[in-house]
Each structure stands twice: as C-alpha cells, then as structure tokens.
C-alpha cells in the first residue's frame, strides 16, 4: 500500500504567487516524521523542512511552511512568494518510528510534484 | 555545512566493468545511505550504514557491493551491471541521534551501463 500520496503530478504558478503542493500519508504509528525536499534538474536532493508527528506547531523555514493536519494525515507545503528558482521536482517523504537508537531508519518517498514557476 | 560529496558525478561503464562511487561527508553523522533513483521516479534504498556497520539491504542483488570503510566515507562497488541499473545514485547521511535524523543528500552520480 502507498504510504505517501502527492495527487499533483504537476503544477504551474506565477512568480511571486504562494504555492501548495499536497502529500497525504498513511501510517499506524504514532510517532513518525514528515520531510519535504527539492530536486533540482541537477539531481540533488535539498531538504527543505521537517515535522514531527508530536510537534504542535507547523513547522516553517523562511519561505516555506508546512501544514500539518494530523487528523486528516496531510502534510501540505506552501511556499510563499514563489520564485524562477523554485522550479524543480518536490518530494514529500515519511520516516517512521522513533530513531534514538543505533541503527538508522528507512524513508518513503511520495511519487513527486514537478513545479514550474512562470514568469 | 550539510554538504554531502559524491564522486565521480557521471559515469558510463560496460556490463564488464568493475567501477566504484565514492561518497564522503563531514559532518560528523553516523547514519549513511545508498539510495537509486530511475528517470521521473522517486529515490529508492539500497543501503544503511550505522556506525559504519550494514544496518539494511533492500534485497539488492549482489552486483552491488556496499563498503564503509570509515564514519565518513561510503563507496559503493559495481561489478557486472546490466543496462536496466542505469540511474541517478544519490547518497545521504544523518545524525541518526537526533529527534529529526534528517538525511542530507549528495548531488548524486549519474550512471549510465552500456
């Protein structure tokens, strides 16, 4: 069973307009971890903001947010005031589990959302 | 500094080929990975190291052959690949004792198999 969903294979915004892009999960946890990352056409892989599944509060980065939905498990980021350079691949991964203890954990990957930003 | 170093960044070899990939970071994480990433699709694990010890294998077949040799440095040896491992090979690393244990990705090494 897919345990990250992004339903936006694509999307094309303005410049300077804010941005959602969508990542449902599914898990019995209940402690796990949600990350976003970008990739560039060069192939890295950035992380951009994490969220813990206890943490009350979204999490937010400069111009990116995360809004956390526990109830409904989403995990949406919004980058505000988008830019040329926020063209690139999103990821929304998932790690579950508690990783206190020697031995690291696996992260899932959403199928991705191509984001183009036109100017 | 989260800066992850892979090396070579792209690299062609044939079915016979014996080739390694490097990847180094310092950081001080403990936590290393091998991930595959195929054209339009998401990373896929391969490997873990835990302080320098093999913690997971995703069932990849034994042409791969992960190696540790120190808390900073990965390779990752190919012997024998046939043309469907063409790919994107990222690395990352974590600090695998913190809340978050983000992973922290290289620029990754494009392999092509002739």
Known sequence: ?119 | DTEVTQTPKHLVMGMTNKKSLKCEQHMGHRAMYWYKQKAKKPPELMFVYSYEKLSINESVPSRFSPECPNSSLLNLHLHALQPEDSALYLCASSQDETRENIQYFGAGTRLSVL
């Open chain 1, 1 to 119: 069973a897919q345990k990250i969903t992004q339903t936006q294979p694509g999307m094309f915004v303005q410049e300077k307009e804010a941005v959602t892009l969508d990542c449902t999960y599914d898990t019995s946890d209940q402690s796990y971890g949600l990350f976003w990352y970008k990739q560039p056409s060069s192939g890295e892989m950035i992380f951009l903001i994490y969220q813990g599944s206890y943490d009350e509060q979204n999490a937010t980065e400069g111009r990116y947010s995360l809004n956390f939905q526990k109830a409904r498990k989403s995990a949406n980021l919004v980058i505000s005031a988008s830019q040329l350079g926020d063209s690139a691949m999103y990821f929304c991964a998932m790690r579950e589990g508690v990783s206190l203890i020697q031995g690291a954990q696996k992260l899932v990957f959403g199928q991705g959302t191509r984001l183009t930003i036109n100017p």
